[in-house]
């Protein structure tokens, strides 16, 4: 996430802030940030009591319900289980999510019900979409 977050900050004239849901070391008064969290480009970090993950990121426990609730649009990229089961939270929680994948098995077991495509007009018209349609309901 790094890498995408460099990108999207590295964007001249966009919309929105880079945010970053961080763990905390729980047993440590002050919870300090798991180390290497935040990246160095989150702008707007948001301190939580939940932990780095682990192979049951649908848990109730995992950062992965806040990503995909807060989110507009879930765009998912090449990963392992963190990322099938944001997948997986996307379509629990009716929150539009496009893979960005050259082939379905970059992402182990993500849903038939995601939309898969590696061309990446159609991932941006996707957002665009979503974005719109939040926009009209909101309004």
Request: net charge negative; hydrophobic share 40%.
């Given at each position: 996430?790094?890498?995408?977050?460099?990108?999207?900050?590295?964007?001249?004239?966009?919309t929105?802030?880079?945010?970053?849901?961080?763990?905390?070391?729980?047993?440590?008064?002050?919870?300090?940030?798991?180390?290497?969290?935040?990246?160095?480009?989150?702008?707007?970090?948001?301190?939580?009591?939940?932990?780095?993950?682990?192979?049951?990121?649908?848990?109730?426990?995992?950062?992965?319900?806040?990503?995909?609730?807060?989110?507009?649009?879930?765009?998912?990229?090449?990963?392992?289980e963190?990322?099938?089961?944001?997948?997986?939270?996307?379509?629990?929680?009716?929150?539009?999510?496009?893979?960005?994948?050259?082939?379905?098995?970059?992402?182990?077991?993500?849903?038939?019900?995601?939309?898969?495509?590696?061309?990446?007009?159609?991932?941006?018209?996707?957002?665009?979409?979503?974005?719109?349609?939040?926009?009209?309901?909101?309004?």
């Open positions: 996430m790094s890498e995408v977050s460099q990108a999207f900050v590295g964007v001249a004239g966009r929105g802030c880079a945010v970053g849901i961080v763990p905390t070391v729980s047993d440590v008064p002050l919870r300090p940030p798991v180390v290497g969290y935040p990246n160095p480009w989150v702008e707007i970090p948001i301190f939580t009591h939940l932990g780095v993950g682990s192979n049951a990121g649908d848990d109730p426990t995992s950062r992965n319900h806040i990503n995909v609730l807060t989110s507009s649009a879930i765009i998912l990229l090449p990963g392992g963190g990322t099938a089961s944001e997948a997986r939270l996307a379509l629990q929680y009716r929150t539009p999510a496009v893979a960005y994948l050259e082939s379905r098995d970059e992402i182990l077991r993500l849903p038939d019900e995601i939309l898969v495509t590696h061309d990446f007009s159609r991932v941006a018209d996707f957002v665009v979409e979503c974005v719109t349609r939040l926009s009209r309901t909101a309004g």
